[in-house]
């Protein structure tokens, strides 16, 4: 919002006329490279030149080089090393040439020395300045609608007088920024004496500044306050947590200058603070603690980058009577069209072992990165009768009945529906073993009057529509026999109709409103439930089971999507104050290189962190399940086993 602000200046125009500049600029760079390179083809051409009689050959030589330059192939504008030593030197010809070629080239030599270097010199001058145009190009536009959306939301917060939740922070930020102490935290103050912050590692800077004031209160008056947090754990770097601020306790976290104000909190900080490092794992047993200490120190030292500010006191210690314990590791280095059903066969797998050694479904959880594997996961083991609790699984709308009656509704609100008429086919054939002898395979209303009286189905649409919602549905429950079995999906999904009808009789507003809202119901499962746990790495913190599966521990080191909002200052357009710029190779050809390398670093830093949450949820065994794929944490995994001779323990 910060970045958006500092635009609102800028109205369509002036981003059209931003994007001309551009433009402008681009072509005229393009217009510039492709003219010397045409004029080192022409030449080529002119006196019979075979590309492979140049120095480098015909595929990666000096032919090829001019060739990239005419065609403007601006990812393959700068020439390489060898490329470079040749016209340096000053023979271009290839060993291969015959004598009368040589002959030639070594004649026009001096003219295209000269033309490499006013495409060097062109390059150096501008290149970098093409780049930057042609990223802050790529996102131009979005940048303008989202400028236009943000006026339209200030002009509907003014008329209706509101302000969004998440505002309140930045205004408090804004409010309390020179001011030592506020009256509403003085007030606060005078209530609360100390200040308990747990999982400060995924605290925000602007989270911690306007806690801040407080604390600095609580210590000037004497009293205790505590910290709470585990850099390792931080995985909320996509909510602005900032795992620095913790790592750099007691100093105060900043990228600019600090103010006085800032600087007296940061020295009140100092002298209260009293560290203190939890070195002993009290949930997990021997054999977890000492793979985790020595996997995690191996990683360490594997990345490229430097995380011992992070990483230096990964190991741990094991609390008494804490023997035993297993990790298994499976890997898969097979083809990637079995790579899916590999990963699921060996979860199943860990799974039937866990139950057959005594253990209960409700002692095993499997984690993984997302929500979507997780809910393919869930799906596979339902199917093999294994029951399971996951945020997914437990939605009303993954419930058949559920979405049949719903199909049903949007039948009686439009009878010419025909997905909905092969969709209730499908279930009461499929699960309630209709009879379907007619063999009437068009998705018409009357071939699904027929099918319902074949059946002994009294299906009235006039007299269902009279219905009130809530008996509508409990009606179609009974027809359809339903409720044969408890069914929890079908009570509260009932209770939310209940409570929609409260307010409405419309089946089609109805239809709408569960639309809207069906990701967001789910049933209540009581405490004790014996079922297999799915859930998200997220989710699983904080959380322990005596049974750990992690099937997709080969997590993916993705860049792609990943955009920067980057603070410019360009002569050419000074009103652009912000530009949105993508994450990649490009970026660090530029003047913010800084940004590509620290983003880099902090991508693998999140899955380092994602994994240490992961294998320390385990209390008595851990499976690890990885296969090989491209930019993931797989190579990590597999060199750990490799080089440490790890050897995968029976449970």
């Not at 019979?48 to 504008?77: C, E, M, P, Q």
């Not at 190009?137 to 943000?150: G, I, P, T």
């Not at 750990?548 to 980057?566: R, S």
Request: glycine fraction near 4%; charge should be negative; charged fraction near 25%.
């Amino acid at each position: 919002a910060q970045k958006i602000d500092a635009l609102k200046s800028l109205d369509l125009e002036g981003f059209l006329s931003i994007n001309k500049k551009l433009n402008t600029f681009m072509h005229g760079f393009k217009a510039q490279v492709t003219v010397i390179g045409n004029q080192a083809i022409g030449l080529l051409e002119t006196n019979n030149v075979d590309h492979s009689n140049l120095a480098g050959g015909a595929s990666a030589g000096i032919g090829k080089y001019f060739t990239y330059l005419s065609g403007f192939r601006d990812d393959k504008l700068q020439a390489s090393n060898t490329v470079k030593k040749n016209f340096e030197s000053g023979k271009l010809t290839a060993g291969k040439a015959s004598g009368q070629e040589k002959v030639v080239i070594e004649n026009m030599t001096s003219e295209l020395v000269d033309l490499f270097h006013k495409s060097e010199k062109l390059l150096e001058e501008q290149f970098e300045k093409y780049k930057l145009y042609k990223l802050i190009k790529a996102n131009l536009f979005s940048v303008a609608v989202l400028n236009e959306m943000e006026k339209i939301v200030l002009e509907l917060k003014q008329k209706n007088n509101i302000l969004f939740i998440s505002e309140f922070n930045k205004i408090i930020s804004d409010a309390i920024a020179n001011e030592p102490a506020p009256y509403i935290y003085e007030r606060l103050g005078e209530r609360y004496r100390h200040f308990l912050i747990d999982e400060f590692q995924d605290t925000s800077v602007m989270q911690w500044r306007n806690i801040l004031p407080l604390v600095h209160n609580s210590l000037s008056q004497g009293f205790f306050n505590m910290i709470v947090g585990d850099a390792k754990q931080s995985i909320y770097r996509w909510r602005n947590g900032e795992v620095e601020q913790f790592v750099k306790l007691p100093d105060v976290f900043s990228k600019e200058d600090k103010s006085m104000l800032l600087v007296e909190q940061e020295q009140s900080l100092k002298s209260n603070h009293h560290p203190k490092v939890l070195e002993t794992n009290f949930r997990s047993k021997v054999n977890i603690i000492n793979f985790n200490n020595s996997f995690f120190e191996y990683l360490r030292n594997a990345t490229a980058h430097d995380f011992s500010d992070i990483y230096n006191q990964a190991g741990q210690k094991v609390a008494a009577n804490k023997e035993g314990g297993s990790v298994n590791i499976c890997q898969f280095d097979g083809e990637r069209a079995e790579r899916e059903q590999w990963t699921m066969d060996r979860v199943i797998d860990a799974v039937k072992l866990c139950l057959a050694k005594g253990y209960q479904k409700k002692d095993i959880a499997i984690i993984t990165r997302g929500n979507a594997d997780g809910a393919n996961l869930a799906a596979q083991l339902m199917e093999q009768n294994i029951d399971v609790i996951s945020e997914e699984s437990l939605l009303l709308n993954t419930s058949a009945e559920v979405r049949f009656i719903i199909e049903l509704l949007k039948f009686i609100d439009n009878s010419a529906n025909e997905i909905s008429i092969a969709s209730i086919r499908y279930f009461l054939i499929q699960h309630q073993n209709f009879k379907n002898s007619l063999n009437n395979t068009s998705n018409t209303s009357s071939n699904l009057y027929a099918f319902f009286k074949e059946n002994e189905i009294d299906f009235s649409t006039h007299y269902l529509k009279s219905l009130p919602l809530f008996e509508l549905v409990i009606e179609l429950s009974i027809m359809f026999d339903l409720n044969a079995e408890p069914n929890a999906y079908l009570k509260f999904f009932m209770d939310q109709i209940f409570g929609f009808g409260q307010h409405s009789s419309s089946i089609s507003d109805l239809l709408t409103w569960w639309d809207n809202k069906q990701h967001k119901f789910s049933i209540v499962v009581p405490d004790g439930v014996d079922a297999v746990n799915v859930m998200t790495i997220h989710k699983s913190k904080g959380l322990q089971f005596p049974i750990v599966i992690i099937p997709y521990a080969d997590l993916t080191i993705n860049t792609k999507g990943i955009k920067h909002w980057t603070a410019l200052d360009e002569p050419d357009f000074p009103e652009l104050k912000y530009a949105l710029l993508n994450h990649g190779e490009l970026l660090s050809d530029t003047s913010f290189a800084n940004i590509h390398e620290e983003e880099g670093r902090k991508i693998i830093l999140d899955q380092l962190n994602m994994l240490y949450v992961a294998f320390t949820r385990p209390e008595e065994h851990l499976f690890i399940i990885s296969a090989n794929r491209r930019n993931s944490m797989h190579p990590y995994i597999n060199q750990f086993v490799e080089k440490q001779q790890y050897n995968t323990q029976i449970i």
